[in-house]
């Protein structure tokens, strides 16, 4: 990346860190913590991290006492084309207090196919599951099994809407809300709506971007004027357009 690249990249990340405080403050309270963004040479780090650089866990309450804790973060960079912030990778985890373990991981992973880039974890046991994962004559679970490992149903990457239409921050925040009542503060919904539907309408862009001819017939059909460029923008090979992954 050329200086301007990077200092651009550092604004776009920050000003990302700033959405998250504000979703996150505007449901949960003004004491969770801030998200800042960490530079850390190809990528920038963003999550809540303290004076010291150490990340934190936002804390989660339901009547008054924390229960849950969610670690999140999210490794920022440039899209193919430099133009674009992209989300190189991201997690949030879902803790139960004093337990190491996560409950759920949701993960997204930019170039991944193999498990699908977007994809839940969920660390819990069932004896069907295992017995289904040692039934398997290839592939990950019998390579764990030749490792004397036995597969638990956390090890299945559960896909969750591919690389454009995955679950954002938001969704976790109001399964939280919606499952379990968490503590939210007055006005939380309207907060958590309007985050929600710019991040669809972002992904929504995005997508658009990756099939325009798609784009372009549905909005004929919706009877708006749609003209071809004359020169056409580039576009990625076929194998490359993520909205077509896993």
């Known amino acids: 990346m050329t200086a301007d690249e990077v200092k651009i990249l550092d604004s776009l990340a920050e000003g990302f860190a700033d959405q998250l405080t504000t979703l ?4 949960l309270g003004e004491d969770t913590p801030r998200f800042h963004a960490l530079n850390m040479g190809s990528r920038i780090r963003v999550s809540p991290i303290a004076e010291n650089e150490v990340v934190q866990r936002i804390p989660i309450r339901i009547d008054g006492q924390e229960r849950l804790s969610l670690s999140v973060r999210y490794f920022c960079c440039w899209d193919g084309s430099s133009t674009f912030m992209a989300t190189d990778q991201a997690d949030v985890h879902l803790f139960y207090q004093g337990v190491p373990d996560p409950l759920l991981r949701y993960e997204y992973v930019r170039n991944s196919k193999e498990p699908p880039g977007a994809h839940l974890q969920v660390h819990a046991h069932r004896d069907e599951m295992a017995y ?3 039934l398997a004559d290839r592939g990950r679970p ?4 030749r490792r004397d ?3 638990r149903l956390a ?3 559960l896909p969750v809407g591919g690389h454009r239409m995955r679950p954002a921050l938001e969704d976790v925040l109001l399964f939280l809300q919606r499952e379990f009542a968490i503590d939210t503060i007055p006005g939380w919904r309207a907060v958590l709506d309007e985050h929600l539907r710019n991040w669809r309408l972002m992904q929504l862009k995005t997508a658009v971007r990756d099939a325009p001819d798609a784009a372009a017939q549905v909005l004929r059909s919706l009877g708006y004027s749609v003209v071809e460029p004359t020169v056409p923008a580039a576009r990625q090979a076929p194998e490359d ?3 077509f992954w896993p």
Do not use: S, Y
């Open 155 to 157: 090890e299945m990457h």
């Open 241 to 243: 357009v993520k909205l």
């Open 132 to 134: 289904l994962l040692r």
């Open 149 to 151: 490992k036995l597969p």
């Open 24 to 27: 996150t403050r505007g449901v």
């Open 142 to 145: 019998k390579q764990g099994l």
